[in-house]
Nanobody, 128 residues
Framework: VQLEESGGGSVQSGGSLRLSCSASIDATLSGYMGWFRQAPGKEREGVAIIDSGADTTYAESVKGRFTISQDNDKMTLYLQMNNLKLEDTAVYYC???????????????????????YGKGTLVTVSS
């Protein structure tokens, strides 16, 4: 399984960035992918989850500002981040659930407890 993020960088507060994740086909088989982040000195947290039906779940802290989406072939995952805040500074990770997956686990479960595979991450720095 391969997941490779790109698009990180430095941006001023209020600005926008779009992250991309290129996924190998075996990363997409479960139909569940997402974005996680880890700020300095903090634990990794879920940001946004998307399933094969394009239904989404977001962390409360990013609702209305971030949008997760995929290409039609499901092999490229995006995170559009608008109105960025200082507290959004973190390393952002693309993630995927292994196949086959536990069918009783929801998007909310994955947002809270994480997924099986992660990329190496891309740094987003928001400054004032």
């Amino acid at each position: 399984v391969q997941l490779e993020e790109s698009g990180g960088g430095s941006v001023q507060s209020g600005g926008s960035l779009r992250l991309s994740c290129s996924a190998s086909i075996d990363a997409t088989l479960s139909g569940y992918m997402g974005w996680f982040r880890q700020a300095p000195g903090k634990e990794r947290e879920g940001v946004a989850i998307i399933d094969s039906g394009a239904d989404t779940t977001y962390a409360e802290s990013v609702k209305g500002r971030f949008t997760i989406s995929q290409d039609n072939d499901k092999m490229t995952l995006y995170l559009q981040m608008n109105n960025l805040k200082l507290e959004d500074t973190a390393v952002y990770y693309c993630a995927a659930v292994a196949y086959p997956r536990d069918m009783f686990r929801s998007r909310g479960y994955y947002l809270r407890y994480g997924m099986d595979y992660y990329g190496k991450g891309t740094l987003v720095t928001v400054s004032s």
